[in-house]
């Protein structure tokens, strides 16, 4: 594997919302999986590297940071689920983050608030076209982060209103973090598993008894952000062309 590989870095918080890649990858042509839990495809000059951080926005920063001194990825990408607060959303439709905003951050000065980088407009539009091809209803915008699952409709109204996000997750916000203060790339692709409300905990719930009972490769909410990930990478601009192309 060349030095200069393109390395993605591809974290989730929890198993069940990384586990799909690497059945997706040993069917996708052009891919080997060179560790436990690395994978080059030489044609598109890419390496991924998979990590599960742990829930939360400390798991999140650390494993972040660890995860940067070990691989140097050139890129971060975060997939896993969020709470929706797309107006009709479906459960399985997809946020594409844009910019990220820590909601439970409130520093007495508003210089000491971290600058969060938006994320590569290359990314966004590259992944608004895969889930087109999926079929996938897909909404760019701001993603929110609390240490805390949200499932109030009245603490959701709060953040709707200072925010406007498009989901809401306990991760995001604190990889952003890391990620802009190391200069680099970072986009986070999530799915809606619930809408950040009081049916929220059922919700969750009933997706812990599917993947129990079908194996958590087998759960379809989680596979849409990997798909979208994996293939958004493999057309980055830079990328070489197939041999058929």
Request: glycine residues 6%.
């Amino acid at each position: 594997m060349p030095k200069t590989a393109y390395t993605a870095a591809i974290l989730a918080a929890i198993d069940v919302e990384i586990a799909y890649l690497s059945t997706f990858l040993d069917g996708r042509p052009g891919w080997k999986q060179i560790s436990a839990n690395e994978y080059f495809n030489e044609e598109k000059n890419l390496k991924l590297v998979s990590w599960i951080l742990g829930p939360g926005k400390v798991n999140a920063a650390y494993g972040t940071a660890d995860i940067i001194n070990k691989y140097h990825p050139d890129i971060i990408v975060n997939v896993g689920v969020a709470g929706g607060f797309v107006k009709n959303a479906r459960r399985g439709d997809v946020a594409i983050g844009t910019e990220y905003a820590q909601v439970d951050f409130n520093p007495f000065l508003e210089k000491n608030r971290p600058s969060l980088a938006p994320s590569p407009v290359w990314f966004i539009e590259q992944a608004e076209k895969e889930a087109e091809k999926l079929e996938v209803s897909a909404s760019k915008g701001l993603i929110a982060t609390g240490d805390f699952f949200l499932r109030d409709s009245r603490q959701k109204a709060v953040i709707a209103r200072k925010f406007n996000p498009v989901a809401f997750d306990m991760e995001s916000g604190a990889i952003s973090q890391v990620a802009s203060a190391k200069s680099l790339d970072f986009i986070s692709i999530r799915t809606f598993s619930d809408f950040a409300d009081e049916d929220a905990p059922a919700l969750i719930l009933e997706r812990q008894k599917e993947a129990k009972i079908n194996g958590i490769r087998k759960v379809t909410i989680e596979h849409s952000p990997v798909i979208i990930a994996v293939k958004a990478l493999e057309n980055r601009p830079d990328a070489p062309l197939d041999k058929a192309e």
